[in-house]
């Protein structure tokens, strides 16, 4: 059985290398705007659905994942900071306080048009940082391509007081949980 991620992310990439499934990546090239009045665990499951059907064309023959990840402040989404100066301000506003990371997922068979598909909640608590602190681990850390501006799987875990969730994975970008439950279903064999 093939089996494709629709991501060009690294992470994700390293996430589901721990299944020991082999597997292919392709980047989908979507959009990952938010549409008008969208919130943000729509948004991420949206684009989950929209990354595996981008590249289903080239892989007819595969099951496609699909993931993406948008975190919600208040009804406000924080996206990938890309930038130095939105990273800085991201984690401004994160500082004492509470956001959700939204993770969707989905998992397309190409052959058949039939997807699985779900949605990670993680409730991450900020400690109360200074701009000292930030710009102190933004020396040490880059993590632009990260949404919310935090490597929870890196050095942004001092950042984080607490957080409540189903997996931990889901964090840092793919849902193994819910994924291998996916993967299960259609037939995959994991340990």
Known sequence: MRLVLASSS???RALLSRLGVPF??????????PLTGEVPATTALRLALEKAAAIAPRFADAFIIGSDQVADLDGYP???PVTREN???QLRLCSGRTVDFHTGLCLLDAATGDTAHATALNRVRFRRFSDDDIQRYLT???PYDCTGGAKADGL???LIEG???NDPNALIGLPLILLADMLRK????LP
Not at 186 to 189: A, E
């Open 140 to 142: 040490r850390e880059q």
């Open 78 to 80: 924080l996206g990938k």
């Open 10 to 12: 690294p992470y994700r």
């Open 186 to 189: 259609v037939g995959f064999s």
């Open 163 to 165: 957080f409540e969730g």
């Open 24 to 33: 292919e990546t392709a980047a989908p090239n979507v959009d990952e705007s």
């Open 156 to 158: 942004g875990i001092v």
């Open 87 to 89: 990273t800085l301000r």
